[in-house]
């Protein structure tokens, strides 16, 4: 296991899981400055770290994932009218992060509000446990989020149920989340991590190029009608087609054994 500690977040790796905590639970987790660029550095050695197949992103202490930005950060800065420093890769280096290609789980507990919710909505996977609460309250607080938030709601659920919760600003449980198809699993307290980490494990199964040439496809068609999204021309696919791991999954069916993944 190799790791990584700072101030406001920790980076751990093991058995080709990168596991990224945001660490200030004396403030459940709200991102700071110096949050949002250890965070942004996290996924770029996730991203270029070649061992590192999936990743898990959770927050530390037993009250939150993650509530968003630091406000009172953000009263200090707009006092002193100073800029805000830009952010690389969006709301915790993550939610404009569109080329990330590794796959991320979030493991969420207690409170998972504005920016925060934007960030689990940013992971491929969410497991909550079942005190986990969900919402872009900004609108209460007479802001706006702008971590692609609203943007992706209306792409992952049914219109009505992210106009329910972009215009009226409340949360919802956990529940409630797995009904709406913003929850993949829900479990009991304390289990969110162990959790996470066998979804990782499921993906793991996989040839990891092949999991990144499905990511690719998936999102990047999004963006295109259906014909030209079949037709597309994707670059990982075509990474993976010439992989050894292409041919260790063809080999390992005929020898009826299981594949021994590299990456390669």
Request: contains cysteine; charged residues 25%.
């Amino acid at each position: 296991m190799t790791s990584a500690t700072g101030e406001t977040v920790r980076v751990e790796k093991m058995d080709h899981i990168a596991f990224v905590t945001i660490d200030r639970p004396e403030v459940l987790n709200a991102l700071n400055e110096e949050g949002h660029a250890r965070l942004a550095r996290a996924w770029q050695d996730v991203e270029g770290d070649d061992e590192v197949w999936v990743a898990v992103l959770s927050g530390a202490g037993n009250r939150a994932f993650c509530v968003g930005g630091d406000l009172k950060a953000t009263k200090a800065r707009e006092t002193s009218h100073s800029p805000r420093p830009p952010r690389e890769g969006g709301f915790g280096g993550l939610t404009e992060y569109f080329d990330l290609s590794k796959p991320v789980i979030a493991a969420v507990h207690g409170w998972c509000l504005g920016g925060g919710f934007e960030l689990a909505l940013a992971c491929d996977l969410i497991v909550a446990t079942s005190d986990a609460r969900f919402g872009l309250t900004e609108p209460r607080r007479g802001l706006v989020p702008t971590g692609g938030g609203p943007h992706r709601l209306v792409r992952q659920l049914p219109l009505k149920f992210a106009m329910e919760l972009l215009l009226t600003g409340t949360t919802i449980d956990a529940e409630r989340a797995h009904v709406m198809g913003i929850v993949n699993e829900i479990v009991p307290a304390g289990q969110h991590l162990a959790a996470a980490t066998r979804w990782a494990h499921e993906i793991l199964e996989c040839a990891p190029l092949a999991v990144q040439a499905l990511k690719q496809q998936a999102l990047s068609g999004l963006e295109l009608p259906l014909r030209e999204a079949v037709r597309a021309t994707y670059e990982r696919t075509e990474i993976q087609r010439r992989s050894l791991d292409r041919q260790e999954g063809l080999n390992a069916f005929a020898e009826r054994r299981p594949p021994r993944w590299s990456g390669k």
